[in-house]
T-cell receptor, first 113, second 113 residues
Framework: DAGVTQSPTHLIKTRGQQVTLRCSPKSGHDTVSWYQQALGQGPQFIFQYYEEEERQRGNFPDRFSGHQFPNYSSELNVNALLLGDSALYLC????????????FGQGTRLTVV | GQQLNQSPQSMFIQEGEDVSMNCTSSSIFNTWLWYKQEPGEGPVLLIALYKAGELTSNGRLTAQFGITRKDSFLNISASIPSDVGIYFCAGHSYGGSQGNLIFGKGTKLSVKP
């Protein structure tokens, strides 16, 4: 049984560009959450998707947007990249519908230069 | 906003020693979770706690949900080199924060063989 898978694993982008990160949830999970983890910090909640809709959003600007597909996979899009967007982006899935017991992927390391 | 204070920030211990770390919050949580993260990986769920006062074990790991619902601790007994990593506490609450986890900044554990 595959766990949460994310792609790509590493990415380098230039300031001002746009990026799309992808996530496939663990089998049987229907809820996907995205987190940003800066170096030396704990993950910070970006938003959560359930039934193809954004259920809740953390304190992130509108440059961060997402999508969930009918097969429960999800994308995170970031527009107009800033240097400060450099971080590990983590996708987490859960089966409870409220994101409590979240299982994380290995993350996508985004570097903005 | 809600914040978790996790301590200690780092620990250097000898193999075989017991370890204790804790997490406190100014807000009440309905669920406390403990994760371990190794370099280049996403956080891995170790223990989930759902009731105030609950004490749960997972092998050499024991965690408790504080009776005030504002704190939790994690103990590791007889540490071994593979315990090395960063341990994060995370709190989850329903209502206004429904659907996301609030993470501490982590405790970095180093084990000397």
């Amino acid at each position: 049984d595959a766990g949460v898978t994310q792609s790509p694993t590493h990415l380098i982008k230039t300031r001002g560009q746009q990026v799309t990160l992808r996530c496939s949830p663990k089998s049987g999970h229907d809820t996907v959450s995205w987190y940003q983890q800066a170096l030396g910090q704990g993950p910070q909640f970006i938003f959560q998707y359930y039934e193809e809709e954004e259920r809740q959003r953390g304190n992130f600007p509108d440059r961060f947007s997402g999508h969930q597909f009918p097969n429960y996979s999800s994308e995170l899009n970031v527009n107009a990249l800033l240097l400060g967007d450099s971080a590990l982006y983590l996708c987490a899935s859960s089966e409870t519908g409220d994101g409590t017991e979240a299982f994380f992927g290995q993350g996508t390391r985004l570097t903005v230069v | 906003g809600q914040q978790l204070n996790q301590s200690p920030q780092s620990m250097f211990i000898q193999e075989g020693e017991d370890v204790s770390m804790n997490c406190t919050s100014s807000s009440i949580f309905n669920t406390w979770l403990w994760y371990k993260q190794e370099p280049g990986e996403g956080p891995v769920l170790l223990i989930a706690l759902y009731k105030a006062g609950e004490l749960t074990s997972n092998g050499r790991l024991t965690a408790q949900f504080g009776i005030t619902r504002k704190d939790s601790f994690l103990n590791i007994s007889a540490s071994i080199p593979s315990d090395v990593g960063i341990y994060f506490c995370a709190g989850h609450s329903y209502g206004g924060s429904q659907g996301n986890l609030i993470f501490g900044k982590g405790t970095k554990l180093s084990v000397k063989p």
